[in-house]
């Protein structure tokens, strides 16, 4: 009699992965050989909502940017969740069948709701919905200084680089009256 060969379920797997990755290798090897290749400037310009890209595109984003995005898709995940209870829910056949169904089905949604509200009045209370912050918050220290002398240093204004430089002492002006020209210049483009 002949020994049937089995393959493991390790075995399995292993065939199943190597099966989908040459599927995939071969789909990209399809579309490099039969999409046309023709970059042009428009092409390879950054996409703005068919706007006209303006500046770099490496600019900073306000955290709270992130933050309401999250929250959108805590609640955004939420309704993928309510939407097969309320089916559950509204199932009058089985219902019908166990009362208890109908019980349970609400008492774990009641739940569910309960932890995401937990989780908004948290947001809330800590003010991270509001984009415009009403208080301002001054730090205190325990400084020597005093607060004028910041003020002052803020409201100072800037002076570009000269070649010149001034001393009060009279002596050292005499010295080194310039400085040498900076040998880099960074040029931005913009």
């Known amino acids: ?77 939420e309704m993928v969740f ?23 089905a609400f008492s774990e949604m009641m739940i569910f709701i309960g932890i995401l509200l937990l989780g908004l009045v948290y947001v809330w209370r ?4 509001d984009w415009i912050k009403p208080s301002v918050f001054i730090p205190k220290t325990d400084s020597k200084i005093p607060l004028s002398a910041y003020q002052n240093i803020n409201q100072e204004k800037y002076i570009p680089f000269k070649n010149k430089v001034a001393f009060a002492d009279k002596s050292l002006k005499e010295e080194t009256q310039t400085i040498a020209k900076p040998k880099f210049i960074p040029r931005f483009k913009k």
């Open 82 to 104: 309510v939407f097969p209870w309320a089916t559950i829910f509204a199932d009058k056949i089985l219902i019908a069948q166990d009362a208890r169904w109908g019980w349970l």
């Open 126 to 129: 800590k003010k991270d919905l």
């Open 1 to 77: 009699m002949a020994e049937a060969n089995s393959i493991t379920e390790f075995g399995k797997v292993l065939i199943f992965l190597i099966t989908g990755l040459l599927a995939v290798g071969f789909a990209f090897f399809v579309n490099k050989l039969i999409a046309p290749h023709k970059p042009n400037p428009e092409k390879n310009s950054s996409y703005e909502c068919g706007e006209e890209p303006i500046g770099s595109s490496w600019i900073q984003f306000n955290s709270r940017f992130y933050v309401i995005a999250l929250i959108f898709l805590l609640f955004d995940v």
